[in-house]
C-alpha cells in the first residue's frame, strides 16, 4: 500500500470517525432521555447506539492503524496510548491519544459491565463526553482537511448537534429536579 492511499485513508477514516462518534454521543443521550427514534422501539435505540460505538471503534482502529503504517510521519504505537509524547505534532496528536484513552476506557468497561456494578459502569460512560471534543479538537488541530469547506461544516454541524442534544439533557435533567 503506498504511502499517499495510507493517506487518504486516514483522512477518510477520521472524517468517519467523527460522524460515528458524533452519532454515537447523539444516540447515548437519546437513550438516557428514553426517546424513541421514529420506527424502533426504546431497546431499537440502545441496540443502535451498541452497534454504531462497536462500528465507530473499529473505524477509530483503522484510523489509527493507517497512521500507524503510514511511513510520511513517525507515529508510534506508544504516541497513540500515551499523550503528549510524539515527536509529530504532539499537541494535536495528544489531544486525540487523550481521546483515544478516554474511549478505550469506555469500551473495555462496557465489554465488562456484566461483571462490575451499574454506577461503576456509569461513571466510566460519562468519559465518553469527555472524549468527545478531545477528538473533535484533535482532528481539527492535525487534520490535513481542517480549513475545507466541507470539513469546516462538518465540524460545526457535528459540534451544533452535540451541544443542542447536550443542552436539551441538561434542561431535561434540571427539569426533573425542581
Known sequence: MTSETLWYANRATGAVCLILFT????????????????????????????TLSLSATAFLALHITTAIVD??????????????????????????????????????????????????WRATHWLAYASWPFALIHGAGIGTDTG?????????????????????RIRTREGAHP
Request: charged share 15%; proline share 4%.
Open 23 to 50: 452519532v454515537v454521543v447523539l444516540l447515548g443521550i437519546a437513550v438516557r432521555l428514553r426517546t424513541r427514534l421514529p420506527g424502533l422501539p426504546r431497546f431499537g435505540t440502545i441496540r443502535l447506539h451498541r
Open 148 to 168: 475545507t469547506d466541507w470539513m469546516t461544516w462538518l465540524t460545526i454541524v457535528c459540534a451544533a448537534t452535540v451541544l443542542a442534544a447536550a443542552g436539551t
Open 71 to 120: 511511513s510520511y510521519v513517525n507515529i508510534t504505537f506508544v504516541d497513540v496510548l500515551v499523550p503528549f509524547v510524539s515527536d509529530y505534532q504532539p499537541l494535536w496528536l495528544g489531544l486525540g491519544t487523550v481521546a483515544f484513552d478516554l474511549m478505550l476506557a469506555v469500551v473495555l468497561t462496557s465489554l465488562l459491565r456484566h461483571r462490575m456494578g451499574h454506577r461503576a
